[in-house]
C-alpha cells in the first residue's frame, strides 16, 4: 500500500517530472504519499488529483495558485 512507499529508506527522486495526474481514494495515508512523493520531484509544475470517492460524498476544494 501506500505506506510501504514511505517506509522504504530510498528518498523517491524525480526530477524530471512537471505533470503528475492521478486518480485515488483519498485517506490520510494515500494524501501522505503524495506529499511525500511531490518532496522528491522540485520541477513540478502541475498536480491534478482526482478523487474516486463516492458521488454522494462530494468534496470541493478551492483553486489556489500559489
Do not use: A
Request: aromatic share 10%.
Amino acid at each position: 500500500g501506500s505506506s510501504d512507499i514511505l517506509e522504504s529508506h530510498q528518498p523517491l527522486e524525480f526530477y524530471h517530472l512537471q505533470l503528475m495526474k492521478l486518480s485515488v481514494e483519498l485517506s490520510r495515508d494515500t494524501m501522505r504519499t503524495i506529499f511525500h512523493m511531490l518532496k522528491g520531484s522540485p520541477n513540478i509544475e502541475s498536480l491534478y488529483l482526482r478523487s474516486e470517492q463516492d458521488s454522494s460524498d462530494t468534496l470541493v476544494y478551492p483553486f489556489c495558485d500559489e
